[in-house]
């Protein structure tokens, strides 16, 4: 049953951030039933961005395969393009945010109903939080591939960095198709 | 560094390649303050949980003279309390309030989840699994210092001149979220979020640790089942705390986007001086919800630890084996589980549905079983047992005195007709001071009584613990026993003066008899500060095994150095409750004797088990020993 202590240290960490969300996510279907609730559509952007997030958690698995076959030249890349796309998925959040302000829904709003626009903000606000913590693992891990601290007999930090990133992609997955059906 | 380093190799069971006979000579600051060493970390929590420990008793005092004495001048507490005393020589009556909020504050997540789980699980996990030390030293060291921010946060905001938060420690909105409401929502609650935000990275770091320890780390032949109570209850604990902790941080999130960025998840229409605020449409129910959601496991998490604890002293006292070990563990894990879904018992009066309050009335009462099987189990333990009345086995004892008369009425409290009536009354306050304050409470006593020994190599004295105890055990009875009837009649909780009601005023004597009761057990405690701290640097030299207990921790040398064992680690080939077994030499076989050295009281099923013990003890992992 024994596994790396660290490696299992992550997984308890993401139960715990799977418990936040599931509270949000809980409170907003609370408040929703109340009703006096605006129906939004979701920003266009958010469709592109979980295309990015998607498609960096592929790059991010080439990453781990070079790195456990020493491709440290590919690994390289790979990890980098990663870090560019999770880059690029805060970015595309944020733009999402001002396609969500433009079609009038804010974080704070005049009436009743506006409140579902806050859970919007903060659901996926939190969210981007944690792709923060994310980008930054990446490029802890991304300093060490460059530096050769990171190969095939050494892989745990590339091991927990990947299930963290692949862990973010699928809580951003399970929040964009429940804001989607829950609107 | 050089425990930190040890997780990487494939097995992490093989220490040995790892010298623990070498000096780690750290300077002052990594030895003491900045510790990554299990045992200082558990002392730092310990020492900074009897300060708040003492802060939270002192409040409550204050609040019980104003209780107790409606018309006492209290002028003489102005130096301490400056403004907070009227010209009149009156309590301030925000400030009472924000007492009430401070002490339960102070109580439930400094000293009964940090003190206890902090100490204990800290101390006892790497030691009693057979461990170096926690699985991260250094997340471990964090999860320390965010208390400690964490808890220096909540003593700022005593200093405040609108005074800490006074919304109740439930911090139920609109009160905590309108500073308009009341002085302590002001500055005073956003210090509190604060500080439970850094409290709740504290407690999930902490956490984490126990239970990667208890899963990854444990020594050859230390299966689950032959793990003590002890550390089954630190598992449970654990658990429970990173299921609901990361809620209470959702709760008060949104708490803090109401307060401070003018959303409405919990706020609605509310006028304040003939005037309508921005918010409108939030839910305070919600808040409510999610706030339970934590705030009824954390009730276990402040339990569990106190209830393993007592599992192993009792066990060891009465010289007999656990009574019903896996039915302690079932007992336990049942109780973890319940109490994630019936949360909303504390919610009967907020309108909820009949319906849906006669389901979690139903599973509230079941809680009721497993807390029962426990109570039996510590009682047949007892039972015929050789007691060896020492201070930590009286406290333990005292523990399930308190966990049964607080539990039965719970069971008033958990039916929602009964609940109408006594919701808010001191029968409430009376109930949870008992099964989960006291108890609690207790657990801690009896735990710093028991390893005080393992902690600073010295004894503690036994007849100023007696002292202690009985001042303690009476005082708590004296002080909760005649709220049940205060409570039954009515008189609420959190009110400031009731003298102006005619029905209540009856009570003037009562409330004077619980006052100088809890005066007196808090007085009583100094006995006890005067023990520790003389007895850490005075005290009687402890043998290796003061207690003649069977676990591992009293294997390690009596100041057991960083990495805990000089050498191997021990392999483990019984279950920890070998007492007083017959046919055997002594009255304890510790859990390092093989079946093999004890042919005389092994059972048939033990004989078999011998062949699978190897010298180094390293086929004994395949081994579940049945019991």
């Known amino acids: ?183 | 560094m050089a425990t930190t380093d040890i997780h990487i190799q494939h097995d992490v069971h093989h220490h040995d390649d790892h010298s623990h006979d070498e000096h780690h000579e750290g300077n002052f600051w990594t030895t003491y303050i900045f510790s990554q060493d299990h045992k200082t970390i558990a002392k730092q929590f310990l020492i900074t949980g009897i300060f708040w420990a003492l802060v939270g008793g002192t409040l409550s005092v204050i609040f019980r003279l104003q209780l107790g004495f409606p018309d006492m001048n209290l002028e003489w507490l102005k130096p301490i309390l400056g403004g907070w005393i009227t010209p009149e020589g009156k309590l301030d009556p925000e400030f009472y309030l924000a007492l009430v909020t401070m002490h339960g504050t102070i109580m439930v997540f400094f000293v009964l989840t940090a003190g206890l789980s902090g100490t204990f699980s800290n101390f006892l996990i790497p030691l009693q699994v057979g461990a170096r030390d926690m699985a991260s030293g250094f997340l471990n060291m964090l999860s320390y210092w965010f208390f400690f921010l964490s808890s220096m946060v909540m003593l700022v905001s005593f200093f405040l001149e609108t005074g800490p938060a006074a919304g109740g420690w439930t911090v139920y909105p609109p009160l905590s979220a309108l500073p308009q409401a009341i002085k302590g929502s002001g500055m005073g609650m956003t210090l509190w979020l604060v500080s439970m935000a850094l409290f709740i990275v504290s407690s999930l770091l902490g956490s984490i640790n126990y239970i990667t320890t208890v899963i990854n780390m444990r020594t050859h032949g230390m299966s689950f089942t032959r793990l003590p109570l002890t550390i089954w209850a630190f598992f449970f604990t654990a658990i429970i705390g990173v299921l609901s902790f990361p809620v209470l941080f959702s709760a008060a999130l949104l708490l803090i986007f109401d307060r401070s960025f003018g959303t409405s998840f919990y706020l609605s229409d509310i006028f304040i001086g003939g005037e309508a605020l921005p918010h409108t449409g939030g839910s305070p129910i919600l808040f409510q919800h999610l706030f339970w959601f934590l705030g009824h496991p954390e009730v276990y998490i402040v339990l569990l630890p106190a209830l393993g604890i007592s599992s192993e002293i009792i066990a060891t006292n009465s010289r007999k084996p656990i009574f019903g070990y896996k039915a302690m563990i079932g007992s336990m894990l049942f109780i973890a589980i319940l109490s994630f879904i019936v949360w909303a018992h504390h919610m009967f009066v907020t309108g909820m549905n009949p319906f849906l309050g006669s389901i979690f009335m139903l599973l509230t009462l079941i809680i009721a079983v497993p807390s029962a099987v426990k109570i039996f189990n510590y009682v047949t333990t007892l039972w015929k047992g050789n007691i060896r009345f020492t201070p930590g086995m009286l406290f333990s004892i005292g523990l399930v005195s308190f966990f049964l008369t607080g539990g039965i009425t719970g069971i008033f409290l958990g039916n929602s007709a009964i609940d109408i009536q006594l919701h808010d009354t001191y029968f409430v306050v009376a109930h949870f001071h008992l099964v989960m304050g006291s108890a609690s409470f207790f657990g801690m006593l009896a735990g710093i009584y028991h390893w005080f020994p393992k902690m600073f190599g010295r004894m503690m004295n036994a007849k100023l613990g007696y002292l202690h105890f009985w001042c303690t055990f009476i005082g708590v009875y004296l002080v909760f026993f005649p709220m049940h009837y205060i409570g039954i009649a009515g008189f609420p909780r959190r009110y400031y003066s009731w003298t102006n009601f005619e029905t209540f005023s009856g009570f003037a004597d009562l409330n004077m008899l619980v006052s100088i009761a809890a005066i007196v057990t808090l007085s009583a405690q100094f006995i006890f500060l005067f023990n520790f701290f003389y007895s850490m640097f005075r005290g009687r030299l402890a043998p290796a095994n003061p207690w003649n207990a069977t676990t591992l921790e009293w294997t390690t040398p009596r100041n057991p150095q960083h990495g805990n064992w000089p050498g191997e680690i021990p392999s483990v080939y019984r279950w920890p409750y070998d007492y007083s077994k017959p046919g055997a030499k002594d009255d304890f076989i510790p859990q390092t004797i093989p079946y093999s050295e004890t042919p005389e009281s092994n059972l048939p099923h033990e004989n078999e088990l011998i062949k699978l013990e190897t010298s180094n003890g390293h086929g004994a992992i395949i081994v579940e020993g049945k019991h």
């Open chain 1, 1 to 183: 049953m024994a596994m790396h202590p660290k490696k299992f240290g992550v997984w308890l960490f993401m139960v715990s951030v799977v418990m936040i969300f599931g509270a949000l996510t809980s409170a907003y279907m609370v408040r929703q039933a109340e009703g006096n609730w605006l129906d939004f559509e979701l920003p266009t952007m958010f469709w592109v961005t979980t295309g990015i997030i998607l498609l960096s958690s592929a790059t991010m698995h080439w990453a781990y395969l070079s790195v456990k076959k020493n491709n440290i030249e590919t690994a390289r890349v790979a990890i980098s393009i990663t870090a560019v796309l999770g880059v690029a998925f805060l970015v595309g959040q944020w733009m999402g945010w001002t396609q969500l302000v433009a079609a009038g829904i804010h974080l704070v709003g005049r009436d009743a109903s506006a409140v579902s626009g806050s859970f919007l903000y903060v659901i996926s606000g939190l969210h981007g939080l944690h792709v923060v913590s994310g980008v930054i693992f990446v490029l802890v891990v991304l300093v060490a591939i460059f530096r050769f601290k990171i190969h095939s007999k050494n892989l745990a930090q590339m091991e927990m960095c990947a299930t963290y990133w692949h862990f973010l992609d699928g809580l951003w997955l399970y929040l964009f198709v429940f804001l989607l059906l829950y609107r």
